[in-house]
Nanobody, 117 residues
Framework: QVQLVESGGGLVQPGGSLRLSCAAS????????MGWYRQAPGKQRELVAT???????NYAGSVEGRFTISRDNDKNTLYLQMNSLKPEDTAVYYC???????????WGQGTQVTVSS
């Protein structure tokens, strides 16, 4: 029904930057909210950042001030700009969306981010 495809992950040195993208198969205006989650090896999936349809954003304390979530409605794409990356940020990052019309949510397949020297 709906596909979310993440891209932009990779290997980066501590202090570096990456921008993740999440391309949706339909207008992101149809979503109540979107967000980024991450899961490190041996750990549970955790919330990183969210953005609601009205534009309100929220961030995990561990990334506040370093990461920025944004969206481009014309391109049906969600972004996560990650600056000042730390080894603790190493994880698989997942895009998430909540439908505004159906009681259902959607997940992407994830993109690997590795922060290491």
């Amino acid at each position: 029904q709906v596909q979310l495809v993440e891209s932009g992950g990779g290997l980066v040195q501590p202090g570096g930057s990456l921008r993740l993208s999440c391309a949706a198969s339909r207008s992101i205006l149809s979503f109540y909210g979107m967000g980024w989650y991450r899961q490190a090896p041996g750990k549970q999936r955790e919330l990183v950042a969210t953005i609601l349809s009205g534009g309100t954003t929220n961030y995990a304390g561990s990334v506040e001030g370093r990461f920025t979530i944004s969206r481009d409605n014309d391109k049906n794409t969600l972004y996560l700009q990650m600056n000042s990356l730390k080894p603790e940020d190493t994880a698989v990052y997942y895009c998430h969306a909540d439908s505004a019309t159906v009681d259902y949510d959607y997940w992407g397949q994830g993109t690997q981010v590795t922060v290491s020297s």
